[in-house]
């Protein structure tokens, strides 16, 4: 079984930064991708980012391109997201997700296996 739990949720005013870390722990763990997915008050959970953890590939949604960086750590199993010049409209709880296989979709998350707790993203105007 793989767990997956997220950290540097919090709060921040517009334009601030902030990082998410995923740590990935079990007893064993193989993953083609893994990703970024948040979910606002009132709205459906929805992809943010994506990456290859072999090659290290990277997917944005169209809303965060240029804003947002997702990277990884291969000896530390862990997933990062660097969320820069935020706005109010970023507010939601971020979720980590894991992929055994690549996704054949990355933006849907039936396609995704294992899911973190989610940490709270709260950024004020």
């Known amino acids: 079984q793989v767990q997956l739990v997220e950290s540097g949720g919090g709060l921040v005013q517009a334009g601030g930064s902030l990082r998410l870390s995923c740590a990935a722990s079990?007893?064993?763990?193989?993953?083609?991708?893994m990703g970024w997915f948040r979910q606002a008050p009132g709205k459906e959970r929805a992809f943010v980012t994506a990456?290859?953890?072999?090659?290290?590939?990277?997917y944005y949604a169209d809303s965060v391109k240029g804003r947002f960086t997702i990277s990884r750590d291969n000896a530390k199993n862990t997933v990062y997201l660097q969320m820069t010049s935020l706005k109010p409209e970023d507010t939601a709880v971020y979720y980590c997700?894991?992929?055994?296989?690549?996704?054949?979709?990355?933006?849907?998350?039936?396609?995704?296996?294992?899911w973190g707790q989610g940490t709270q993203v709260t950024v004020s105007s």
């Open positions: 997700a894991a992929a055994q296989r690549w996704p054949y979709n990355r933006s849907d998350r039936k396609f995704y296996d294992y």
């Open positions: 990456i290859r953890w072999s090659g290290g590939n990277t």
């Open positions: 079990g007893r064993t763990f193989s993953s083609a991708a």
